[in-house]
């Protein structure tokens, strides 16, 4: 097993540095480049960028640089650009190198500034002279929804939303998505089989942004509307309490732990639903499957109970699929229900990847796709460790 998790951490790097490549160039695949929407074809003679303009943008932004020497400083930082200088020789002036004739020239003017080094750098605030690099989690700077303030900053203020509302709808779907497969699947077309079945297509096929909608009409409008207590359509907390609203009802306080719980209550429904449906009819879909095996008839026959040969024969063995499909959830943690957080205008990573795409915001997508790439590959290691757990058959060697 050690082996083989070594060859998977050496496989993972790779599968990342790769991911890396693809994802620089779709910045550059964009059409105009990535400095397309920042007003050089805006109307307003007043707001358009002049060539000097964009020239010094993309020497405050790296994007002077031949393309190899792009990647290699947004991927590994650019404080070893002069010092690969030093090692290789500057030609000078004639060979066009930077606006200095030296490989000094391809660093950034702050970074140009410290010496071409983070040597002697306040490591007190995130923010460095010269960049470090997306490999060591140097995302830089956001270029248009917060300007200058730097994105891990920006992604770390929308994590602990996100992780609230999907760490808890993973839960709620495993723990009632389970025993509701098994239960279907022992008692196959019986009056609860069918009512599982039933409800597992509704939430597969049910679109997620009607149904967000319709929970928001429910209990935000029409309760408040019957006098009953009424729930937050948005947010993650209450900036007042609004007479006639739960929080009022329960004598909630703005910005406690209940208040935050109660904002959670219509998102965490919604997507709860749709994952149940889902894992559920996968757990009975591959339960029906186990126990038609030799063993659990084999189990049976040795008079087992029928507890243990549910529980600890089949539905060991029935996990397998569904580990498949719920590991690949870690990545969905990090970024987010799109639509879920876009219906009730929740401040979670979903929303600000979309946001980001929208604004131009290169920098924010770049590391929101890095980071995704990351989770996948840990997921996949994650779910061939579960494998091993759940069947003691499987080994990896």
Same mark, same amino acid.
């Given at each position: ?34 400095? +397309?929407?920042?007003?050089? &074809? ?5 707001? %358009? ?20 020497? /792009? ?13 690969? $200088? ?14 200095? $004739?030296?490989? &000094? ?6 970074? /140009? ?6 040597? $002697? +750098? ?5 923010? #460095? ?5 997306? !490999? ?12 200058? /303030? ?13 992780? *609230? ?9 495993? =723990?009632? +998505? ?6 279907? +699947? ?35 409008? #029409? ?40 904002? !959670? ?8 639903? =749709? #994952?149940?449906?889902?894992?559920? %009819? ?20 040795? $008079? ?17 699929? !569904?580990? &498949? ?25 979903? *929303? ?17 796709? #890095?980071?995704?790439?990351?989770? =996948? =590959? ?9 494998? &091993? ?9």
């Amino acid at each position: 097993m050690t082996n083989y998790l070594i060859r998977r951490a050496f496989q993972m790097i790779i599968v990342v540095l790769v991911s890396t490549i693809f994802i620089f160039l779709i910045l550059l695949a964009q059409p105009g480049g990535p400095l +397309a929407g920042i007003g050089r &074809t805006t109307g307003d003679q007043k707001t %358009r960028l002049s060539s000097e303009d964009i020239l010094r943008i993309e020497q405050t932004l790296g994007l002077n640089r031949p393309f190899y020497l /792009q990647y290699l400083t947004w991927a590994g930082g650019e404080d070893w650009v002069d010092e690969l $200088g030093n090692l290789l020789g500057n030609p000078g002036d004639k060979a066009k190198m930077g606006a200095t $004739g030296t490989w &000094t020239g391809f660093q950034t003017p702050t970074c /140009q500034e410290a010496g071409g080094t983070n040597v $002697g +750098a306040d490591t007190s605030v995130v923010s #460095y002279p010269c960049q470090r690099g997306i !490999l060591r989690f140097d995302f830089g700077e956001s270029w248009s929804i917060s300007k200058g /303030q730097q994105v891990i900053d920006i992604i770390s203020s929308r994590m602990a939303p996100t992780l *609230r509302l999907l760490i808890t709808v993973t839960v709620l779907s495993l =723990v009632i +998505a389970i025993p509701l497969g098994i239960i279907s +699947a022992v008692r196959q077309y019986s009056a609860l089989d069918y009512t599982v079945t039933t409800f597992s297509f509704f939430g597969i096929s049910m679109p997620v942004f009607w149904f967000g909608i319709m929970l928001i009409i429910l209990f935000g409008h #029409y309760f408040r509307t019957w006098g009953l207590p009424f729930f937050p359509s948005g947010g993650t907390q209450a900036v007042r309490i609004i007479n006639g609203s739960i929080q009022d009802f329960l004598g909630v306080e703005k910005g406690s732990a209940a208040d935050i719980a109660v904002h !959670l209550f219509l998102p965490t429904m919604m997507l709860t639903l =749709v #994952y149940l449906a889902g894992w559920a %009819r996968f757990m009975r879909s591959s339960m029906l499957e186990v126990l038609r095996q030799d063993y659990v008839r084999t189990a049976r026959a040795k $008079g087992l109970r029928e507890r243990a040969v549910i529980f600890k024969h089949a539905a060991r063995n029935a996990l397998i699929p !569904l580990i &498949t499909i719920v590991v690949f959830q870690i990545p969905d943690i990090f970024s987010g229900a799109v639509l879920t957080e876009t219906v009730f205008s929740y401040p979670g990573m979903g *929303r600000l990847f979309i946001q980001a795409l929208s604004s131009n915001d290169w920098p924010i997508v770049m590391a929101f796709l #890095y980071i995704n790439a990351i989770l =996948v =590959v840990i997921a996949t290691l994650v779910g061939d460790v579960l494998y &091993t757990i759940v069947d003691p058959r499987i080994r990896f060697e």
